[in-house]
């Protein structure tokens, strides 16, 4: 009798053990992702800020893309329907 008590608080200790582990390593998963994404972040933060003549030069390209849209939208609203 003293082995069917022990065996069923052995296995519950058991999945009780296995459940902890599990929870442990999805923790520590977790933990480590977030240590990646914060590093990737940072290395991405990294770069030098851009220079005035470069800000320029995208405001430029920018604005001509924007007024290129505009003209054709105009373009297609005088057409017929």
């Given at each position: 009798m003293r082995?069917?008590?022990?065996?069923?608080i052995?296995k519950?200790l058991t999945?009780?053990?296995?459940?902890a582990?599990?929870a442990?390593?999805v923790?520590?998963a977790f933990?480590?992702a977030?240590g990646?994404?914060?590093?990737?972040?940072?290395?991405?933060?990294a770069e030098?800020?851009?220079?005035i003549?470069?800000v320029?030069?995208?405001?430029?390209e920018?604005t001509?893309?924007?007024?290129?849209?505009?003209?054709?939208?105009d373009?297609?609203?005088e057409?017929p329907r």
């Amino acid at each position: 009798m003293r082995t069917r008590l022990v065996t069923p608080i052995s296995k519950a200790l058991t999945w009780r053990t296995v459940g902890a582990r599990r929870a442990a390593s999805v923790a520590a998963a977790f933990i480590v992702a977030g240590g990646l994404a914060t590093g990737i972040a940072q290395v991405a933060g990294a770069e030098p800020q851009p220079s005035i003549t470069q800000v320029q030069a995208k405001i430029n390209e920018l604005t001509s893309q924007f007024n290129k849209a505009v003209q054709q939208y105009d373009q297609v609203a005088e057409q017929p329907r």
